[in-house]
């Protein structure tokens, strides 16, 4: 399955990147389109919504990476609702340290400037 | 602008190639590429398969010499992807991701050896080749599952990115003095239960990273970690069908598949089967070790690899140029000096190369900070084995520019019978494990006496063996893997190796070990407390020695394995950490702590050079002075000895350190031990005494009881006192 990557921007400037299928090499470039795109429209904030990723390769992350380099380190990066295998590799390569998770979306705390 | 090189000139089958770049070998990302290249002096014959990955058949067979289509025309044309003895090609559009490769090789010149029987050349165009250059491989993904032995490319080359983001990290560089190296297995570390980490990722790199919090606490600043590049548990593995459990396992990796490529059964992420992740999930282990101020050394085994002798398995080596790689006979027998079937060819100057490359590799890409090798001494023989004045190979180890701030450290023996402790060939800059220390630690540990000679100059950093090469050249020990943990030290007499199902006959029988009057566990609590003072004793004497400490993993909190001394191949309990010890023996590892914190805090004990015996700064203290019972009379036949460090001797007399009094008192019964006079203005602070109960047996640096008498102290039985002689 390939991936759909949807960007959403909310008017408070969070990017809301809907992410569907498999997040690997042949995929990634997709995801780093949105994540441009959000940065051409200065988000303060990456939410990566994540309920519909079944997969994540090593380019996956290569692109969060890219992502927290491009967006600085003041625009936090959240994932929501990752499935287990996705969160493990999150964590076994240290990730988890660098982007928020949780398990759903709660605008109270991700949309407060 | 669009590179011209990223352009096919040729078309194979639907394949878009160009003529390949011989350097580097191995495969390499290129713009909209991948180049392979491949040497062999002797083959002629050489075609790359790619593989989906995981497929039994590759999709594509490419050769590298042969009929091809022109682009732009499509006419047949004659190809040949060979730049002198490397094969070579970049292939455009790859998904380098989801692949994997591997080669096939024949020279029809060359007489060919048949399985189990001797021979020079060993090409086999039916069997499949490993890269020996591949970054990462796949075919042992997973730690433990059982491979399918029919699978005809058991060990599969993988493409790896090598784009990890370091967030500026640096190798910490400490200089080699003031380390305390542990010596750990990264299985081994957290794969026990009671480990507490999460099952799918304990006994793995991120497991290791999780337990970093420990190892800061415990004040190591250099961890070596036991082979991780790529190996196979399962050869020579045997299952057991009653029990129905892998009692044999090559657990320990001391037989490597491939140099350049980290074990993926050692990383959570390996089952992923992505060698990126792998590699990921490696560095940011590492990257996580430096943030916290602890360098890391591997393990490196250069002296052999895992295809055996004639019976063994075409894996890579053997089948792409046998006789580059290994040393042989004039009939085509493998020269066994590692005891484990071959032996690399490492003054070859190809094979030579590929040690240094794959080195510069581990520096360059995962930010390693040093490496032992495994028998060592086999990286001083030439090509038919007999020991070099100037071996080349450890002549450009010692002075490779990528490697320049590398710590190298010598195993300076092999199993062929070749003992260098002391003669290693250095070059200013290799360290050696010092086996010599070992075996004198032990045995004036046990009491044996006439042994305060021997440990005079152990504590010095063995002078007698490395005049010249400074104190730093001795890597001190009382333990490793090999032999006897520092509890089973203690405990055992012999060893008790039925486990490893050779009738007792493997390991070592000259162990130097006293088991305090009762042979394994018991419940004699006089006999229990003896060994807790004897491992405390040890770790002491370790850590006021000159030269640099290293410790096993386990030693800190009174790991067993139950007389075992050679548990390469357990898989189990025998050989994973027991992390509930680290309660039940709390003041085990509290003293450790402390010792090393001691150690830490006192630069006196880390000269970079020899102490030279003499007061040449005028100080009215030698650097290093000799007692016994009585002040400036040692006795050198006896099982006591004491001695003095002047502070004023720190680092050749640039620094100033308190002064340091040791009273090593390995007789039965408790002695008085009247310590030298200090100047007037200064005190005698006790720190240690190994003879008090916890926590009267060790002060942590700053917490130092000033002495009721300043002038005798009784040292118990078995027994090591620490003084300080600090300005009041």
Same mark, same amino acid.
Request: aromatic share 12%.
């Given at each position: ?64 990476? +890219? ?47 | ?229 790529? +190996? ?104 066994? +000096? ?44 030439? #090509? ?291 310590? #030298? ?15 008090? #109960?916890? #926590? ?33």
């Amino acid at each position: 399955m390939s991936l759909e990557a949807m960007l959403e921007m909310t008017a408070g400037g969070v990017a809301k990147i809907q992410l569907k299928g498999k997040l690997d090499a042949g995929t990634a470039d997709d995801f780093q389109k949105r994540i441009e795109e959000a940065a051409g429209h200065k988000a303060q904030r990456i939410v990566l919504l994540m309920e519909g990723l079944t997969f994540m390769a090593s380019a996956g992350l290569r692109t969060l990476i +890219f992502a927290k380099q491009k967006m600085g380190a003041t625009v936090d990066i959240y994932v929501i609702g990752a499935q287990t295998q996705v969160i493990e590799t999150l964590e076994m390569t240290g990730l988890n340290h660098s982007v928020v998770i949780r398990d759903i979306y709660d605008p109270a705390e991700i949309e407060k400037v | 602008m669009e590179r011209i090189d990223a352009h096919p000139t040729h078309l194979f089958k639907g394949h878009k190639i160009r003529p390949g770049k011989p350097y580097p070998f191995g495969a390499t990302l290129v713009p909209g590429g991948v180049n392979f290249s491949i040497f062999s002096h002797h083959a002629d014959y050489c075609v790359l398969l790619l593989f989906e990955k995981g497929a039994p058949e590759p999709y594509a067979v490419i050769p590298f010499r042969g009929m091809f289509s022109k682009v732009g025309t499509n006419e047949p044309e004659w190809a040949d992807f060979r730049i002198g003895k490397v094969f070579t090609m970049t292939i455009l559009d790859l998904d380098h991701e989801n692949i994997e490769y591997g080669y096939r090789m024949d020279g029809s010149s060359y007489p060919r050896a048949r399985h189990g029987e001797p021979g020079i050349y060993r090409f086999d165009p039916s069997q499949i080749l490993m890269d020996p250059y591949a970054k990462s491989i796949g075919g042992r993904d997973a730690w433990g599952v059982v491979p399918d032995k029919s699978d005809p490319y058991q060990h599969r080359s993988r493409i790896v990115f090598d784009d990890f983001d370091w967030e500026g990290d640096r190798p910490p560089e400490l200089p080699i003095e003031d380390l305390v190296i542990y010596e750990a297995h990264v299985r081994g570390f957290t794969r026990h239960a009671s480990s507490g980490i999460k099952s799918s990722m304990a006994g793995t790199f991120t497991g290791l990273r999780e337990k970093i919090p420990y190892l800061k606490e415990l004040g190591i600043n250099c961890i070596e970690l036991m082979p991780i590049f790529e +190996f196979d548990e399962f050869e020579h593995s045997k299952y057991d069908e009653a029990s129905g459990k892998w009692v044999k396992m090559n657990y320990w990796g001391y037989s490597t598949v491939g140099f350049f490529a980290p074990k993926a059964g050692f990383a959570a992420t390996g089952r992923v089967g992505d060698g990126t992740m792998v590699a990921d999930e490696l560095k940011t282990m590492i990257k996580e070790l430096h943030r916290n101020d602890i360098e890391v050394i591997l393990d490196v085994v250069f002296n052999h690899t895992a295809e055996g002798n004639e019976y063994g398995p075409i894996i890579s080596y053997c089948g792409i140029d046998n006789p580059t790689y290994y040393m042989l006979t004039p009939e085509g027998y493998y020269y066994n +000096f590692s005891g484990t079937g071959n032996t690399l060819n490492c003054n070859n100057p190809i094979v030579r190369n590929m040690v240094l490359d794959a080195l510069r590799f581990w520096v360059a890409e995962y930010h390693i900070d040093g490496f032992r090798f495994d028998l060592a001494s086999i990286l001083s023989r030439d #090509p038919f084995g007999a020991p070099m004045a100037n071996p080349p190979l450890l002549e450009a180890l010692a002075f490779d520019p990528v490697l320049g701030k590398c710590k190298l450290i010598a195993e300076a023996w092999d199993a062929g019978g070749l003992y260098q402790v002391g003669s290693f060939p250095a070059y200013g800059r290799w360290a050696e494990w010092n086996g010599k220390s070992r075996d004198t630690y032990r045995r004036f540990l046990k009491g044996d006496c006439g042994m305060a000679g021997a440990m005079s100059q152990i504590i010095q950093g063995s002078p007698n063996l490395y005049r010249g090469r400074g104190a730093t050249a001795s890597i001190n020990f009382i333990t490793c893997h090999d032999g006897f943990t520092l509890y089973d030290t203690v405990s055992y007499n012999n060893k008790h190796n039925s486990a490893n199902l050779e009738d007792n006959r493997d390991g070592a029988n000259d162990n130097n070990s006293w088991n305090c009057g009762w042979e394994g566990e018991t419940e004699d609590p006089a006999i229990n407390a003896l060994r807790r003072r004897q491992i405390k004793n040890a770790v002491s004497m370790l850590m006021v020695s000159q030269g640099v400490p290293m410790i096993l993993q386990g030693d800190e909190v009174g790991c067993t394995k139950y007389g075992n001394n050679n548990t390469y191949c357990h898989d189990n309990e025998l050989n994973w950490l027991d992390w509930t010890l680290v309660e039940k023996n709390y003041d085990l590892f509290r003293f450790f702590k402390h010792i090393i914190a001691l150690r830490h805090a006192h630069p006196i004990l880390r000269n970079g050079c020899h102490l030279r015996n003499q007061d040449w700064k005028g100080t009215g203290y030698a650097d290093i002075t000799w007692h016994g019972t009585q002040a400036w009379h040692a006795d050198w036949n006896g099982n006591v000895i004491a001695f003095m460090l002047n502070g004023s001797y720190v680092k050749e007399g640039y620094d100033e350190d308190d002064f340091i009094y040791v009273a090593m008192n390995m007789h039965w019964d408790a002695l008085p031990f009247d310590m #030298p006079m200090l100047p007037p203005e200064y005190q005698w602070l006790l720190s240690v005494n190994t003879s008090m #109960p916890s #926590p009267e047996d060790i002060f942590p640096p700053g917490q130092e009881r000033i002495l009721d008498n300043q002038q005798s102290m009784l040292v118990g039985g078995r027994s090591v006192a620490i003084l300080l002689g600090r300005k009041k």
